[in-house]
Structures are given as structure tokens and as C-alpha cells.
């Protein structure tokens, strides 16, 4: 007979087992609000999903090379650990990658693979930071006040607007960076779909290599850049990607690249992501992942490795995923820009990169509605369409800024809702 154990305690903020970081740890209110969209889904009702930065493996599958290579190589048997840094095979073929595409040889001591990239940013973050020391990042943004939250750092939080794309500029970092430790930016932006201005980021990055050289003739720690561009071959229109070190070459000693195959190539499950950057700093990233066990399987890291090699099937498919998050996101631009024609208070910044569109229902103060969270309930309940509002990527200000991500549904689904969105508001202006 078994013994009955499901009368233990459930988790409470003032459970005592455990210690004072994870009472104080926040959960995800992306991954909440999913939840709920799964079981409204789980009981019949149809649902317009733009929640979760994921794919729908009905949408965009995994490229056809890539799923074959998994399989030969789980038959090969390269199913034992890896190595802490990475499949040798792997690292070479992500700095062939890097030299190709972006015009940035590193040496393989500056590439270290892991289990996706939110190991790499724990790395990076990790192998930073002391206690106590300052991390500074815009908002919205993804995730980094969890990551500044476990490791004990201080977190300076800069608040960005739509007129910038939510970009921060030179300005609004510059009182921060004569005592940050870390600086963390993304581009192209989760949650936003907007990118960088190339001429923004100069000044940045400028003025990091400033303040590090004055660091090291005072010998002091310098200013380290993690730069998440998990997204970067997904841009759209005129907009280019830029980095950091093709900027401003100096920054290579003080950057960190966040990267992975799980957005470019729709492959979230498959977990394989790397940092890349100077020795110093990815060995002792290298170190951390070692000691937590956060590689890759090494199956899908020797199928990467084959995968990205094979130039033609990854251009190929990098053309038609980019022509399918774009139709989708244009889909959506036009009809909130048709509903702003209309006179309704929405808008929409175009779409610049990822799989994400902002969009603005300007609607806190009508019809009781006082919170995002309120709007993004009403437009669940009377058109059935599921967004994340701006809150929960840090963003404070009840503005009515919404992420709508398209990984997960088709344009016909996005076409059909639209219509049910325009109604709704009209019903909330009307105080229906």
C-alpha cells in the first residue's frame, strides 16, 4: 500500500523551508496568463492566441533538415553527456555561422553552448555579478529584474517610451553607467518587435569603452554589455541588425551574444542556444553551466552543428519563416491601423523584427476599465483575443501597451479576429 503524502503543505510566501531569494522570487505572469488561455482553449472556446513567445509546430515547424539530423543522431547513439563548453562540431559551426552572417570571427574558447538561451543570460549574469552590484536594463524588457533578483544584484531600471520603439538612448542610460556592472539590451526587443537604432547604439557603446578605460587606470571591474539577440535573423522591411562589436570593434573585450537556434529556426523544444564573446568571460559562463548541468543534448547540439552548415537549407528556410512572421505581423499592423483611421484609440508600431508587434488600446479610464490587465480581461472575455500587456515585462505605467506574439496562430485566425477586437472597443467607448 502506498503511503499518502497529498496532504503535504502547499507553497505559501511564508513557507520557512525555504530560503528568503525564492520566497521573494516572482513567477511568471506570461506563462500565468498562458495557462489561463489553455484551459479557456481545454473547454471549447476558440481563442486568438498572441500570448507566449513560442511556435505552434502547425504554424512553423522545425526546418525538415534539422528534424532529420536529430533523428540520425540519436541513432548514432550521441545520446552520453557533452562536453561542459559544447560539441566541438557545434562551436565551429556557430563561429563559420557568426564569420558568415554577421562578419565576427571569434575563437572557439569565445563560444560556449547550452541548454537554450536563459541559461546563457543566467551564465552571463552569474559570472558578472557580485552581490549587491548595479545591473542596469530598460523596460519593457524581458525577464532581467528575475535574473537581477537571484543573483542579489541591484537592479536600475530605465523606463522607455513608444516615441524611441522602446529603445533606450545615451541620455537615459548615462547618469547609471559610471556604477553599473552589467548593462543588458536586446535587439531585436521581447517584447516589442522593434530594433535598435544603429546610431543609438553607437553612442552606447562608445561611451561603455569610455568608462571602461577610465575603469582600468583605476583598476576597477569594467561595465560588461550582454546583448540578447536571439532574434536578429528575423528583421523585417528596411530595418538591419546591427551589434554591438561591428559598431564599435573595441566593445569585443565587454560584450556577451545571447543566441540560439530556438527562434531563428522555430525550435524552442529542441534547447540548443550559445553565448559568444571574449575567453575571459565565456570560460567562467562555460564553468557555470558545467556546474548546473544546463548543456544541450548532445543529439540535437551534433544535428545543429550539421544544420547550420548546410547553407542552402538554412537560407531557404530563414526566407520563408521571415515572409511568415511577417505576413502575420502586417496582418495585424493594418487592421489597427485601419481601427486608428477610424477614429478608435489603437495603435501599432510597424514591424521591425521578432515575432512580436506593439500595440496601444488607449482605453485605461473608459468604461471602468482602470488596469491593462482589465483591458487585456475585457478583450479575452468580448473578442476572444489573447494578449500580454507591457506590465509583464516591467513596464509600470497603465498605458494600454500590449506584446502580441504570432508564433502560435495563422493570418486566416488573425483576420478573423480582428473584426471582434473592432467591436469590442466600440463597446467599451460606448460603456456597453
Known amino acids: 500500500m502506498a503511503l499518502d503524502l497529498t496532504s503535504l503543505p502547499r507553497p505559501s510566501r511564508d513557507d520557512t523551508t525555504v530560503?528568503?531569494?525564492?520566497?521573494?522570487?516572482?513567477?511568471?505572469?506570461?506563462l500565468r496568463i498562458a495557462a489561463e488561455i489553455r484551459e479557456l482553449v481545454a473547454k471549447g472556446t476558440k481563442v486568438c492566441n498572441l500570448t507566449v513567445g513560442d511556435f505552434s509546430p502547425k504554424e512553423f515547424p522545425i526546418p525538415?533538415?534539422?528534424?532529420?539530423q536529430i533523428g540520425t543522431a540519436l541513432q548514432a547513439g550521441e545520446t552520453n553527456y557533452p562536453p561542459s563548453d559544447g560539441v566541438l562540431e557545434l562551436r565551429q559551426a556557430v563561429q563559420r555561422f557568426y564569420e558568415r552572417s554577421l562578419g565576427l570571427k571569434y575563437p572557439l574558447e569565445g563560444i560556449v553552448i547550452a541548454g537554450g538561451a536563459r541559461p546563457i543570460i543566467y551564465a552571463a549574469y552569474r559570472a558578472v555579478l557580485d552581490p549587491g552590484d548595479v545591473v542596469v536594463y530598460?523596460?519593457?524588457?524581458?525577464?532581467n529584474n528575475h535574473y537581477a533578483h537571484m543573483l542579489g544584484a541591484k537592479s536600475v531600471v530605465v523606463t522607455t517610451d513608444a516615441d524611441s520603439g522602446f529603445m533606450p538612448t545615451l541620455a537615459q542610460l548615462e547618469p547609471h553607467l559610471s556604477t553599473a556592472r552589467l548593462l543588458c539590451l536586446c535587439s531585436p526587443l521581447n517584447p516589442t518587435g522593434t530594433m535598435v537604432d544603429p546610431e543609438a547604439l553607437r553612442a552606447i557603446c562608445e561611451r561603455i569603452v569610455q568608462e571602461n578605460r577610465a575603469r582600468e587606470g583605476r583598476g576597477q571591474k569594467p561595465l560588461i554589455l550582454m546583448y540578447d539577440h536571439i532574434y536578429w535573423v528575423l528583421s523585417f522591411g528596411g530595418t538591419k541588425h546591427v551589434t554591438p562589436v561591428e559598431l564599435v570593434p573595441e566593445m569585443a573585450p565587454y560584450t556577451v551574444f545571447v543566441d540560439g537556434i530556438s527562434k531563428a529556426f522555430a525550435a524552442t523544444g529542441v534547447r540548443v542556444g550559445w553565448g559568444v564573446g571574449a575567453p575571459t568571460l565565456i570560460s567562467r559562463m562555460r564553468d557555470v553551466l558545467?556546474?548546473?548541468?544546463?548543456?544541450?543534448?548532445?543529439a540535437e547540439q551534433v544535428a545543429t552543428a550539421r544544420y547550420l552548415d548546410d547553407t542552402q537549407a538554412t537560407e531557404a528556410f530563414l526566407a520563408t519563416m521571415r515572409a511568415s512572421v511577417d505576413a502575420r505581423l502586417e496582418a495585424?499592423?493594418?487592421?489597427?491601423?485601419?481601427?486608428?483611421?477610424?477614429?478608435?484609440p489603437v495603435r501599432a508600431i510597424a514591424p521591425?523584427?521578432?515575432?512580436?508587434l506593439s500595440v496601444q488600446f488607449d482605453l485605461v479610464g473608459r468604461d471602468g476599465l482602470a488596469t491593462n490587465d482589465a483591458i487585456r480581461k475585457r478583450l479575452l472575455e468580448k473578442a476572444r483575443f489573447a494578449v500580454v500587456p507591457f506590465q509583464a515585462f516591467g513596464l509600470a505605467?497603465?498605458?494600454?501597451?500590449?506584446?502580441?506574439s504570432v508564433g502560435a496562430t495563422s493570418v486566416a485566425e488573425i483576420e478573423e479576429a480582428l473584426p471582434r477586437v473592432e467591436a469590442a472597443v466600440r463597446e467599451i467607448l460606448a460603456g456597453k
Open 19 to 30: 530560503g528568503t531569494m525564492v520566497r521573494g522570487l516572482v513567477g511568471s505572469e506570461i
Open 352 to 356: 521591425q523584427g521578432a515575432i512580436y
Open 64 to 68: 525538415d533538415g534539422l528534424r532529420a
Open 332 to 344: 495585424l499592423h493594418r487592421g489597427f491601423a485601419r481601427m486608428k483611421d477610424a477614429g478608435l
Open 397 to 404: 505605467e497603465e498605458s494600454g501597451w500590449f506584446r502580441l
Open 290 to 298: 558545467g556546474h548546473v548541468g544546463a548543456w544541450a543534448p548532445k
Open 138 to 143: 530598460p523596460v519593457p524588457s524581458w525577464n
